[in-house]
């Protein structure tokens, strides 16, 4: 009896921590394999760099998913942000900082689109977002004319009917202030600065303890007092941030705004997530957490680059966590 209970704290034990355990692991094969070029400071750069990004979309869903929220447009509505904040800087020839602000001004006006399927319309968060995916992309369309946005394009779309019908650019390129917003160290400073935000937001405040209480259950939240309505708006808008910025982030790295840009990164943003509530047993959804998860699948994503594993081998690889991770999260919960 006693021998099983150590097992099953054993267990227990290697669960909680599994993700932190395979991201060692990982790096040590890597680096044995590939006589240390995997750990030298660029890769680690190279790593960290690629990291920013599916760590920035996955707080987004963090922050989603703490109220037992869910959504699956962060990625289309990030590629929209980008065809913004792209034509604001480079059609419009705004400055650095109001581009910047216009586009978190416009993630959060789109956002509200979600709140109202789900908060006014009763719509589950899954259905609604799934059905925003098709409106961001054809909107985020219609306004570039059907193509990118880069340096030195005519205007098209509904964008030139905001300039008057005048189809030639105010601005021909990127200054290097724009691009360096996807360049390390820059890039890698964002996303820190996005973690700790997420970070005070939900272990730190009141309002991040009303979140997870929601995310335990939602009606005794409600008979406790709080006003989940109110609760689960605030974190749509704080989704809504760190998806603008994630747009920004990929426009800037790719000085392009391209077309379904941010979609790829929804899958290893979620997986990021749900690898980030297994970690220490927390069960719940964390900005620590979840950058681990995407550090691990950034790692495992470099790692097999580097081995020569081909490119398209690497979504399967990326399931397999996913699946993993769920596992992870789910297997200790108690049965109803």
Not at 22 to 49: E, H, K, P, W, Y
Not at 237 to 266: E, K, T
């Amino acid at each position: 009896m006693q021998n099983s209970t150590s097992l099953k704290k054993a267990g227990k034990l290697f669960v909680d921590w599994a993700a932190v355990i395979v991201l060692i692991v990982s790096i040590l094969v890597f680096t044995i394999l590939r006589q240390g070029a995997f750990f030298s400071v660029t890769n680690m750069i190279n790593i960290l760099r690629s990291m920013s990004t599916v760590t920035i979309f996955a707080l987004a869903a963090t922050v989603s998913m703490a109220p037992d929220g869910f959504d699956m447009a962060a990625g289309t509505l990030g590629s929209f942000c980008a065809y913004v904040f792209a034509s604001c800087y480079l059609w419009f020839a705004m400055p650095l900082w109001l581009s910047i602000v216009l586009t978190i001004v416009f993630a959060m006006v789109m956002y509200l689109l979600n709140m109202f399927l789900i908060l006014v319309c009763k719509v589950p968060d899954m259905l609604a977002t799934c059905a925003l995916q098709f409106v961001h992309q054809g909107l985020g369309l219609a306004y570039t004319g059907g193509s990118a946005v880069s340096a030195g394009m005519s205007t098209a779309g509904w964008a030139t009917a905001l300039k008057g019908g005048d189809s030639s650019p105010l601005r021909s390129g990127w200054t290097p202030a724009s691009q360096n917003i996807g360049k390390s160290p820059y890039i890698i400073i964002i996303m820190l600065l996005c973690v700790i935000l997420c970070f005070i937001l939900l272990e730190r405040t009141k309002y991040g303890r009303y979140l997870y209480a929601m995310g335990g259950n939602k009606m005794a939240a409600k008979l406790s007092g709080i006003d989940v309505k109110k609760m689960r708006f605030m974190a749509g808008m704080f989704a809504a941030l760190f998806i603008a910025v994630g747009g920004i982030v990929v426009c800037s790295r790719n000085s392009a705004a391209q077309i379904n840009g941010s979609d790829s990164y929804l899958m290893s943003s979620l997986a990021a997530v749900f690898i980030g509530r297994s970690v220490g047993g927390r069960e719940k959804y964390n900005a620590l957490g979840t950058a681990i998860g995407a550090l691990l699948i950034s790692v495992l994503e470099n790692g097999m680059t580097m081995c020569g594993v081909v490119y398209y081998v690497l979504p399967a690889v990326k399931g397999a966590v996913l699946c993993l991770a769920l596992i992870a999260a789910y297997i200790t919960s108690k049965e109803d």
